[in-house]
């Protein structure tokens, strides 16, 4: 679980973050969403130890992260899997060695063990025999697959995603989206996501803390936004006419008016 208490962060005298406290708990993806210049790439760089808070402290497991120096510092980052938006894969380096980029770093495991470990989180994200190939020869989804792959080779408690989906297709999106999700509850790990598919907010937004200007405006489930009566909030994430209509079909699927296994073509006819 990660603890986000009374966080602020200005740059030149102007306030960025202003007063943000949120619970992040395990098991479960939680969303930090809202428009470019809300602040929320601020945050989650204050979170990870990138940017230092002015106010406020980050506790990881309870352990004040914001108050840590050196060595104590490093060993709860050890504990933090990446996931960047580019996929930040070193294009010299062909899959396996990207992914045993880490274990290198940070173990002393012998070939083999790094070996066994690769191939072990490459199956789970369903990239087998991949080992040889250069990131050049990849398609922008199986980038993120051997990404994801890479942050979560050193066994994390903690993983972060800064907009997973960027630059990938629809269905692709729906697959990393469920992969972080699977992943997520499987090994128990706190998710934090930051991101701008509405798609994902609906799908896998466990807990979704919406940042307007700097504030936190307004935090709850994928189930409870639908009902929301924050009206930034509807304009940021309903913003569209077809969203909107989307939106009222799942409040009647909520409410029990329609079936959310209702047959169209039978409905349309």
């Not at 294009?91 to 396996?96: C, F, K």
């Not at 993120?144 to 907009?163: H, M, Q, S, T």
């Not at 935090?219 to 309903?238: A, P, V, Y």
Request: net charge negative.
């Amino acid at each position: 679980m990660i603890e986000v208490k009374n966080i602020q962060k200005s740059f030149d005298s102007k306030i960025i973050i202003q007063d943000v406290s949120a619970v992040m708990k395990a098991g479960q993806c939680n969303l930090i969403i809202g428009a470019s210049g809300s602040g929320k790439t601020v945050l989650m760089k204050c979170m990870v130890g990138l940017f230092d808070p002015d106010h406020g402290s980050i506790l990881y497991g309870g352990h004040d992260f914001t108050a840590m120096e050196g060595r104590d510092k490093t060993e709860i980052r050890k504990e933090i899997g990446m996931l960047f938006q580019g996929s930040a894969l070193f294009d010299s380096l062909n899959v396996e060695q990207n992914i045993m980029f880490p274990l290198s770093m940070f173990t002393d495991w012998t070939y083999k063990k790094k070996l066994d470990r690769v191939n072990e989180v490459l199956n789970r994200v369903n990239l087998p025999d991949v080992n040889r190939k250069f990131p050049a020869e990849l398609s922008g989804g199986m980038k993120k697959r051997v990404a994801l792959a890479r942050a979560i080779v050193l066994n994390p408690k903690y993983l972060f995603c800064d907009e997973p989906n960027s630059g990938l297709d629809p269905q692709t999106s729906l697959v990393i989206d469920k992969l972080i999700k699977e992943i997520t509850v499987e090994y128990n790990i706190t998710t934090v996501i930051n991101t701008h598919d509405m798609n994902s907010v609906m799908e896998i937004g466990n807990y979704i803390l919406y940042m307007y200007k700097g504030n936190k405006e307004w935090e709850g489930t994928n189930q409870e936004i639908i009902f929301s009566k924050n009206q930034r909030l509807n304009d940021f994430i309903f913003a569209s006419e077809f969203l909107q209509d989307a939106k009222d079909m799942r409040m009647l699927e909520q409410k029990g008016k329609i079936a959310d296994d209702r047959n169209m073509d039978e409905l349309l006819k």
